[in-house]
């Protein structure tokens, strides 16, 4: 296809779209890039060429692969092969068909994508939650560095003026501490998202601060362009963008966020966006990009303000990233960097080092303020210090998102090329050095760390209980409700919070996402187990005459994520325990039938990175159906407890003894003793501090306590055997003091070592009695 274009002068220029391929000229065969797709096509594949060169050599070393984008970018550029100002004389003499106008614009569209998905994604309810601190860093964080500014004079005498006049120059130092002192939200949640601390509390807090910083900048950053175009353009032009702006803020807040509000409920609950609402979304994010840049604002403010209205998470949000994430992040993104770096020519910061030595200074002292002013408050909040360090470190973090504002500056001509690729270089520092930095000091398993207790041992008297219970399978149902009916009282003064979470594996592409049962609870479900097993809950609820609040919620997740749903859940819901199942299941009549490895891997991971206490529950069927309150009788329950000693016992212990807030449940503990010489530690303190309560109840029958003598790992497993027969649930640690040779010999022999030895014998296929076990293991992760 050709399109003849007439330029002023009526000089023709043709400008060719496809070629008929290499034989329409074989003398010349580099002819087909005088055709704008053939041209496009050769730039693409060079750009993914070197990236995957490069991204081979750096993977090795552990380097993140924005930083191939960026090399790649490099090799692109000026220095080396100088694609761009290869390809600019192309496809036609006229200016305005210049040979890489088409991969400018993909770049700014993966631009514009980019930021605007970031946006989405980025939770408000989180950034505005959070407390005093991230508010604090945030303000302290945004007007700090501004301090900077009053360098800008340092040195002015020696500009020369054939680098760039005085005026302008002063001019490039602002737009250094201006640019350096931004933190963008989208730099901040794709850091986040590389070393996957998004969900963790230090995720939150640094992404909570950049939102905060990020209202102020754009604020500053609409003013900055106003009073530009008020200087150098004309009065009435800044009015009039002034009124657009506000305008704009009008349309949004009252008409595009009641609009997204209305295709929010408009559909069904666990159903998909239309496709047609999904691209009028991201339609608006464009037009929006179009109205700033045609009133002199920077283009991406348009789509930063539309990603902050629409809600995160299901329905809408969830629907933009599961069609367009992948495309913007392995396509356009990686193009989008790559264009941007190839305009950096860094022999000029060498050539023009003299010139352009105060912009590094100013960098450099910029980047001491952000850190100083990030860090302080976080200090005097008392976060740990490698805690704070981080938070400092992520929100100095500088990247590909900030080529935005480098190429805009660039593009008005505020800085020089010299200092363009001055901040690409230390934007590719940064992308390479600070995630290393991050991970070898901020462990990415302690991003479900909470800055407190939480497990059952260290519980307020009379505080909530709350629990979070996880459901695969229809037979899980009856079985979590039996076990939460033993820790259930008609006694207000011990209240028990129940969170209900149903695990959904997803097949396909589809984004995982969590979903509220808890405004729509009398909704029906289109899927009938999840139903019904809201109804039992509402029932066990109201059968609990207040003293048990529910709330329900399912996950739409890959098996490899669901941890991470449910740790993540655990923190919101502040529990004090995960109540798991355990993936071996046995028939009606007591015989087994499978394991479920899927089940048994995600407990594992659950086991090494949860927030809080973690009970898998193992049911042989007798225990559900024997709890469960019915009309025509009710029957008591046995619980017997094995205690050694170790935290994990001290736990289960202490979880035992909330039961007996149930007149229903009669508690035996055993204490085996060791028969040989063990050097008294602190452990042995504290458990015999935890059994003291329970000699002294068992004065009052409330508590039966006995001691067991052993001398060997095979009298161990022969008394756990004997205590199965005579109880309905038995509640074990899954670690205990090892500190006995019988003991931990016993390890060789365990099939199931989620369970732990204990829970691994009377778990096993060969026992021959109907009694259910519940392992505990006490919270792990703790600052």
Excluded at 183 to 203: A, H, R, V, Y
Aim: with cysteine.
């Amino acid at each position: 296809m050709d399109t003849t274009i007439y330029s002023g002068d009526c000089r023709l220029s043709v400008f060719n779209i496809s070629s008929q391929g290499l034989w329409e000229n074989l003398k010349s065969p580099d002819v087909i890039f005088g055709y704008s797709l053939p041209l496009l096509e050769m730039q693409i594949l060079l750009i993914f060429f070197f990236i995957v060169m490069s991204h081979m050599f750096l993977r090795c070393i552990g380097i993140s692969q924005i930083a191939s984008y960026m090399i790649a970018g490099i090799i692109l550029g000026p220095q080396l092969l100088d694609v761009l100002e290869k390809s600019s004389g192309k496809l036609s003499v006229d200016p305005a068909l210049d040979g890489t106008a088409m991969l400018r614009c993909i770049s700014v569209f993966g631009s514009l994508m980019f930021t605007f998905l970031m946006t989405v994604r980025t939770s408000r309810r989180i950034a505005f939650h959070s407390g005093k601190l991230p508010v604090v860093i945030g303000i302290v964080s945004f007007f700090a560095p501004l301090f900077g500014l009053g360098f800008k004079n340092v040195f002015s005498n020696s500009i020369d003026p054939h680098y760039m006049p005085l005026d302008k120059a002063l001019g490039e130092r602002t737009a250094i501490v201006i640019t350096q002192s931004a933190i963008l939200l989208p730099s901040t949640t794709f850091i986040l998202l590389e070393l996957n601390i998004l969900n963790s509390e230090l995720g939150r807090l640094a992404l909570s601060a950049t939102v905060i910083n990020d209202i102020l900048g754009i604020f500053s950053m609409v003013l900055a362009s106003i009073q530009a175009t008020y200087v150098h353009v004309s009065h009435v032009t800044a009015y009039r963008d002034s009124v657009a702006v506000f305008i704009f803020i009008l349309i949004v807040f009252l008409v595009f966020k009641p609009i997204v509000q209305w295709v929010i409920d408009r559909t069904p609950e666990d159903k998909p966006v239309k496709n047609v609402y999904v691209h009028a979304v991201i339609l608006t994010a464009f037009a929006s990009a179009a109205y700033f840049s045609f009133f002199n604002m920077k283009y991406i403010l348009g789509p930063l303000m539309i990603g902050l209205i629409i809600p995160e998470g299901p329905p809408l949000g969830s629907a933009l990233e599961a069609k367009y994430e992948k495309l913007t992040m392995n396509i356009f993104l990686p193009i989008s960097i790559t264009v941007s770096t190839m305009r950096c020519d860094g022999i000029r910061i060498l050539t023009e080092f003299n010139d352009i030595f105060v912009n590094v200074f100013l960098t450099v002292l910029t980047l001491v303020l952000k850190l100083v002013a990030c860090l302080a408050p976080c200090l005097y909040y008392k976060l740990p210090l490698n805690e704070s360090i981080a938070v400092s470190l992520i929100l100095s973090y500088k990247s590909f998102s900030d080529f935005i504002l480098y190429e805009a500056v660039l593009d008005d001509t505020y800085i020089s090329q010299a200092t363009y690729a001055f901040l690409i270089i230390y934007s590719l520092l940064n992308a390479g050095i600070v995630p290393l930095v991050l991970r070898s000091m901020y462990d990415p398993k302690r991003k479900y760390v909470n800055y407190q207790k939480r497990d059952i041992l260290h519980l307020e008297p009379n505080s909530h209980l709350r629990i979070l219970t996880c459901l695969h399978k229809p037979e899980n149902v009856s079985e979590i409700i039996a076990l939460l009916q033993l820790l259930s009282s008609p006694n207000l003064d011990f209240p028990i919070a129940v969170t209900v979470l149903h695990l959904v594996k997803l097949v396909g592409q589809i984004n995982p996402i969590i979903v509220s049962h808890n405004k729509k609870l009398k909704r029906l479900n289109n899927n009938s187990y999840i139903h019904t097993a809201n109804l039992a809950f509402r029932k066990f609820m109201l059968e609990s005459l207040e003293s048990v609040t529910v709330t329900t919620f399912t996950a739409f997740s890959h098996e490899n994520l669901m941890h991470e749903d449910i740790c993540t859940l655990a923190l919101d819901q502040q529990t004090s325990m995960i109540v798991l199942p355990s993936g071996r299941k046995w028939s009606i009549d007591g015989i087994f039938q499978s394991d479920d490895n899927s089940i048994r891997n995600l407990n594992q991971q659950l086991l090494d990175s949860a927030p809080c206490s973690i009970g898998i529950l193992v049911d042989r069927g007798q225990f559900s159906r024997k709890s469960i309150v019915t009309s025509k009788k009710m029957y008591n329950i046995d619980v017997g407890v094995v205690f050694i000693g170790g935290k994990d016992d001290r736990e289960a212990l202490s979880l035992v003894k909330k039961m007996k807030h149930n007149l229903r449940v009669r508690v035996t503990v055993t204490r085996l003793v060791f028969n040989n010489d063990v050097e008294p530690n602190w452990d042995n303190v504290l458990d015999n501090e935890g059994l003291k309560d329970v000699k002294v109840r068992e004065e009052i029958n409330d508590i039966v306590y006995i001691e067991r003598v052993v001398t060997s790992g095979a009298e161990v497993v022969t008394v756990v055997r004997s205590l199965a027969e005579e109880y309905d649930l038995m509640v074990v640690g899954r670690d205990h003091d090892m500190t006995s040779k019988e003991l931990s010999g016993l390890m060789e022999w365990v099939e199931l070592p989620e369970l732990g030895v204990i829970g691994d014998l009377l778990a096993a296929r060969d026992l021959n009695s109907n009694v259910s076990v519940l392992v505990v293991q006490q919270q792990q992760q703790q600052v």
